[in-house]
């Protein structure tokens, strides 16, 4: 150990005093004690520092990701009915293979009152009506009656929902089913 007043070499770690100019090296050794403690926190405090700022940078990141994300997703939401619109529904409804004789008739009064009541529509003249009362005749299957009022079969789940009708074998002859014309006739 050196003296710090002195700059006295050769003096042992144990003595408490120097021998050449009697300082108190018990104070000075404290005083380095001190200091290395001092300097050892302000390493630890700038390396929790640069941790801090790493974690900071990677939030960053992935809200950016986040967001660019949830800014695609918002574009996809508006632009998907856009392409609906332009592009139009393109489908060609089939026709039931067999239709029961009885049933020709009502099918076609139905569908005839279908197109009057689209000409009403288109003229304005038909606010205000927002459903069909069709009563149920043996042997009808809302496929068919999906297929009759709107051209597509895939609206027979529609049907079933807005009735309520928990299986569709037991609909009974003579029963009221609403036909609801926000699906388009």
Known sequence: MQCPVCKHNE????????PNCDADLVQFKLLDTVEEGYINAVKERIATEGDLLELEK?????????????????LLLF????I????????IPTKP?????????S????KKKCIELQEKLNKGDGH???SIRYIIRKGDKLENLALMFFGDKEIWKNIKED????????MIPGDTIFINLKYGL
Do not use: M, W
């Open 11 to 18: 003096i042992s770690p144990f003595a408490t005093a120097c």
């Open 58 to 74: 990677q939030q960053k990141k992935e809200l950016s990701a986040s967001r660019r994300r949830g800014n695609n997703y918002l």
């Open 79 to 82: 632009l998907l009915p856009l």
């Open 97 to 105: 293979k067999i239709i029961e004789v009885q049933q020709l008739d």
């Open 163 to 170: 009735n309520e009708i928990p299986d569709e074998h037991e």
């Open 107 to 110: 099918l076609f009064f139905y």
């Open 128 to 130: 205000g009506i927002s």
């Open 84 to 91: 609906y619109f332009i592009c139009g529904k393109k489908h």
